[in-house]
């Protein structure tokens, strides 16, 4: 059974840096992409990007100036980081499976998810 | 990008209901869409994929319909575990989430 987990900092400062790492048990890094989500309070989901195995990155327009993704196939991890954070960065992340065959790349399985927040 | 709206983005709806929820994409995304229900605190749970397949596990009162823009989740007969918030996800060009549906 697939399980994924986040880990990192509860709270950033403003104009710092977030890093993020999801680690992958009970399957495979191999053959899926690997994504990020986060969700403001109260408010939708918003796709943040994924990487593949190879290391293979795709980001949202939204945010690509600011974000990278990068995977640790010996380690069966995938770390999120993110640059000149604000308020608006303030959010619950989570990683999550997707799959890769063209036309199903469902996301099957989700961590449970890291608040965090950006604050002074 | 690729904007996904849903409606409504509230609906009431009592135990044993028949419910719908639409999802429109901006351009066509043939069939690569998803159907998520997130509980509060908690992350999403995948119902359905490529539009109308039924995930592994989930229950067959709900089932999904349509392709290219429009889209649409059905729960056949409302239970009570089913309050709780739905979106659509489309992974044809990126990926991107419509706003939600919270079913009360």
């Known amino acids: 059974h697939v399980q994924l987990q986040e880990s990192g900092p509860g709270l950033v400062q403003p104009s710092e840096t977030l890093s993020l790492t999801c680690t992958v048990s009970?399957?495979?890094?191999?053959?899926?992409?690997w994504n990020w989500i986060r969700q403001s309070p109260g408010k939708g989901l918003e796709w943040i990007g994924h990487?593949?195995?190879?290391?293979?990155?795709t980001y949202s327009p939204s945010v690509e100036s600011r974000v990278t993704i990068s995977v640790d196939t010996s380690n069966n991890q995938f770390s999120l980081r993110v640059t000149s954070l604000t308020a608006a960065d303030t959010a619950v992340y989570f990683c999550?499976?997707?799959?890769?065959?063209?036309?199903?790349?469902?996301?099957?399985?989700w961590g449970q998810g890291t608040l965090v927040t950006v604050s002074s | 990008d690729i904007q996904m709206t849903q409606s409504p983005s509230t609906l009431s709806a009592s135990v044993e209901d028949g419910v719908t929820i639409t999802c429109r994409a901006s351009?066509?995304?043939?069939?690569?869409l998803a159907w998520y229900q997130q509980k509060p605190g908690k992350a999403p749970r995948l119902l359905i994929y490529?539009?109308?397949g039924l995930e592994t596990g989930v229950p067959s009162r709900f089932s999904g319909s349509g392709s290219g823009t429009e889209f649409t989740l059905t729960i056949s007969t409302l239970q009570p575990d089913d309050f709780a918030t739905y979106y659509c996800?489309?992974?044809?060009?990126?990926?991107?989430f419509g706003g939600g549906t919270k079913v009360e």
């Open positions: 999550a499976r997707g799959g890769i065959v063209e036309g199903d790349k469902r996301f099957d399985f």
């Open positions: 009970g399957g495979s890094i191999k053959n899926y992409y």
């Open positions: 990487v593949s195995d190879s290391g293979s990155t």
């Open positions: 351009q066509n995304v043939g069939n690569s």
């Open positions: 490529k539009a109308s």
């Open positions: 996800q489309q992974y044809s060009l990126y990926s991107s």
